[in-house]
């Protein structure tokens, strides 16, 4: 879609296309380097942390130990058009088995 310019025209883009993943989705913003801030999410992310994220920096979602990592990436992905996967692991506890999935973030 976007060939080798680093971003579709708005006009190219249909967010029908994506409809189903809407709830499952957020985009950021760059503030910084390594920094970025939480735009828009989905109702999944909302829901999980019981409050809207628009305004929190992305490494909040994060352990303390994960941000270092998390800043890393994304510095990576700002430095140029890239696209970043990284293993989530969520801890186990009374209510739910431990999670791990793979999460792809892309500029």
Known sequence: M?????MPA???FDPRAI???LAS???AEKVAASVARIR???AILNDTLGMDVRGMPLTALFEPTARDSVAEATRDLFASPAMVVLELNGAADFHAEECVRDYCFCR
């Open 40 to 42: 828009v999410a989905g």
């Open 10 to 12: 708005r006009s190219e």
């Open 2 to 6: 976007r060939g080798a310019r680093q």
């Open 25 to 27: 989705i957020f985009v």
């Open 19 to 21: 409809e189903n993943s």
